[in-house]
Structure formats: C-alpha cells, structure tokens
C-alpha cells in the first residue's frame, strides 16, 4: 500500500473507492471485528489515504454480517469509512456522479447453489422486490443526473476476461441503463486483476480494478483484442482524474508503475 499512499500524494487525491470485498475472507463478524482494524485502518496508513472511503459490498462481504459495514458504528472508530449499499457521489457541480450499485444481489447463484456459505440477506429478501427497487432507482438517478461525466461502480463485472468473467444478470438487468444514459465508466472488482475492456457495443469503458489483495489466478479468458485494452493478473490499483472536459486514467503494479493508461475528453456546453 505504500505506492498507493505516494500514487495519492502525487496526485493530491479528493477520496478512495473501494470496489468490495472489503474483508476477506468472510466479512465482518459485527461492529468488533479487529478485521476492520488490522484490514483497513492499520492498512492504509500513508498520510494521502486518509482521505473519505467510499466502499461497497462484494460477495464475501455478505458472508459475513453486511450490516456491520453499513453501521456509523465503524464511521465513529475511523472517519474515513462509508459503506451502503447504493448511493450516489456528487464529485463536484457538473463535473462528475459516481453512482455505486449493490451487485451482490443480482446473482442468483449465491441463492440457489451458496455451497457451503451463509449469506446475510436480511436486508435484500424479498430480493426481486428490492432488485426492482434498485434498478428504479439508479434508473431515476442516472435519468436526473446533469453532470459531464458519468460513472457506475459496483463489484461484480459486466464485462471481464478474467476468472468469474461476465455476470450475466449485469448484462441483462444493468447494461441497457448503462447504454440509455450515456454511462462513461463503469468500475469493479471481483475479479483479482486490473483490465480495460473498451467494448464495441456500448460508449461506456469497462474498467476492473480488483488486485488490492489477492490476484495472480492464471486463467484469462480469450477476449477480442481489439476491445480488450488491458489486463494484468497481479496486484495494482487504478486512479481517476477528472476535469469538466478531460478524463485520465491510470492502472499501476505495486511498485507504481503505470501499465496503462487512457483519457477522453469532451466540449464544455453554453447554455444560451
């Protein structure tokens, strides 16, 4: 994390994101679990990171007691923290939303075949009932939003050549809105990689950034090259700079290396 910390200092960075999974292996037992401290606080110690946090759930975060992650309790021992389940970030007038989506739910073999896991649903049943609720609201969210730049957040892929590839519930349920409203980025983790896959059905880049801690996994999935921009099966994490007009982003490894990177930009609008 020490790269991290300077990556951040270097770019005098606003805040984090963290795409979830937030406590491996199991999530949070409660409030008490010294798995807050010992993965997160004493974690990211450097100066930069002690910015705002925004985090959301991944699977094995609702293996354990999800609510735990949602609790000011956590905000209280360490400020830095927010965990909810969907929300949206106002990254400055005009400029940037970041709307970040519960995809855990979406998946529906954590309901039917969970293996040996126990997952803590009792937030999400009647889960098509609270689906539903999700996708009105990120719907009414994007269809309301007037910034420049768009970008969704969630933990599962979309799209990913990597070892749990595509969820397919995404594709069917998410996507389309992606596509509607002019979604510019949509950002994961999940899979334990950093990836660009740049697709040639929709305007929104696909950005993977799940290689905070476990990676290495050897099995990359053939994906048409012309759309699959980047991918590195290690450890690294990614950056975002935004402006009204310009957008950049940055993948490193954990010596700070930048592997990849890719910008856009758009025209500033006049209202006349």
Not at 46 to 60: M, R
Not at 80 to 90: E, H, Q
Not at 132 to 149: H, I, P, Q, T, Y
Request: glycine content about 8%; some cysteine; charged content about 20%.
């Amino acid at each position: 994390m020490a790269q991290m910390g300077k990556i951040g200092e270097q770019l005098d960075i606003d805040f984090i994101i963290s795409t979830g999974d937030n406590f491996y292996d199991n999530g949070l037992t409660g409030v008490d679990d010294p798995l807050f401290h010992q993965s997160f606080t004493d974690i990211y110690t450097a100066p930069s990171l002690q910015k705002q946090w925004y985090n959301v759930l991944g699977n094995h975060d609702y293996r354990g007691n999800a609510e735990a992650q949602l609790s000011p309790i956590l905000t209280k021992m360490d400020n830095r923290w927010l965990c909810l389940r969907s929300f949206v970030l106002n990254a400055g007038p005009e400029i940037a939303e970041f709307f970040f989506v519960d995809t855990t739910p979406f998946v529906t073999k954590y309901f039917t075949d969970p293996e040996d896991h126990v997952y803590d649903w009792k937030a999400i049943l009647p889960r098509e009932k609270y689906l539903n609720n999700l996708l009105m609201e990120v719907e009414s969210a994007l269809g309301e939003s007037r910034a420049k730049w768009k970008i969704v957040v969630g933990h599962h892929a979309i799209k990913s050549a990597g070892h749990h590839g595509n969820a397919k519930e995404l594709n069917i349920h998410l996507l389309p809105r992606l596509q509607t409203y002019d979604v510019d980025l949509y950002i994961n983790g999940h899979d334990h990689c950093l990836q660009h896959i740049s697709s040639s059905d929709s305007g929104t880049q696909f950005m993977t950034s799940g290689g905070g801690s476990k990676a290495w996994r050897g099995d990359v999935s053939w994906w048409n090259p012309q759309e699959l921009k980047f991918y590195h099966d290690g450890q690294g994490f990614m950056s975002v700079e935004m402006t009204p007009t310009e957008v950049s982003i940055k993948f490193y490894d954990v010596f700070g290396n930048v592997l990849h990177n890719w910008s856009s930009s758009k025209q500033l609008s006049f209202a006349i």
